[in-house]
């Protein structure tokens, strides 16, 4: 279900309309995987303010395990992770230095679930009706989204799972949420998954 739209930003600077134009596919790509949804809700241009950080949140996806942060990228040739994990994008024939749209996420994730913890009793029921239902155990998955005319190219095949082209990220979100219905499953034997699994809020 979409619950905030995504509407496009006006600009004269060529750089910023890359931006958006790679921020529209990936709206795209979400609104018509989850459009017809009754548990995951689709939100885009999040901006979050909490004990004077700021943040903007490309595209957020809510499910009931948690929420999925989708960082927009747009790359019209190639980004490369190197051997220490750091990110570079290619500009003409050279390679330049660019910062990790994956710990950019990360940090929104974070700031979003501190915000949410300090507003638990009004969001959240009680357990049992004794204890306060938490924030603590949400998930926040990450990802990078690389617009469908570049590539990503790593160092190591393990390397960044979640750097996808625009296209794959909605069926990732969706797999994410699978695993966890399936690790809070009654039918789950492994006591370790049940414990370290999310709640399902």
Same mark, same amino acid.
């Given at each position: 279900m979409i619950i905030k739209p995504y509407v496009p930003r006006a600009s004269s600077d060529a750089r910023l309309k890359a931006g958006v134009a790679a921020e529209r596919q990936m709206a795209h790509y979400l609104d018509r995987h989850f459009r017809d949804s009754k548990k995951l809700f689709v939100l885009h241009d999040i901006k979050l303010e909490f004990e004077g950080e700021n943040a903007q949140i490309d595209h957020l996806v809510v499910h009931p395990f948690g929420v999925a942060i989708v960082e927009s990228k747009s790359v019209s040739t190639s980004v490369r992770l190197t051997d220490m994990d750091e990110w570079e994008r290619r500009i003409g024939r050279s390679?330049?230095?660019? !910062? /990790?749209p994956l710990l950019q996420a990360e940090r929104q994730g974070? $700031?979003?679930? /501190?915000? $949410?913890?300090?507003?638990?009793?009004?969001?959240? +029921?009680? *357990?049992?009706?004794?204890?306060?239902?938490?924030? /603590?155990?949400? @998930? *926040? +998955? *990450?990802?990078? @989204? *690389?617009? +469908? /005319?570049?590539? #990503?190219?790593? @160092?190591?095949?393990?390397?960044? !799972?979640?750097?996808?082209?625009?296209?794959? #990220? !909605?069926a990732a979100i969706e797999a994410a949420v699978v695993g966890y219905r399936r690790a809070t499953s009654l039918l789950t034997l492994d006591i370790k998954a049940i414990v370290k699994a999310p709640r399902d809020f």
């Open positions: 390679w330049s230095g660019m !910062p /990790s974070k $700031l979003l679930k /501190s915000l $949410l913890k300090t507003r638990e009793a009004d969001l959240l +029921d009680k *357990v049992l009706g004794l204890a306060q239902g938490t924030f /603590s155990l949400m @998930a *926040v +998955d *990450v990802f990078a @989204a *690389v617009s +469908d /005319s570049g590539t #990503i190219q790593r @160092a190591r095949k393990d390397q960044a !799972p979640n750097a996808l082209k625009a296209d794959a #990220i !909605p």
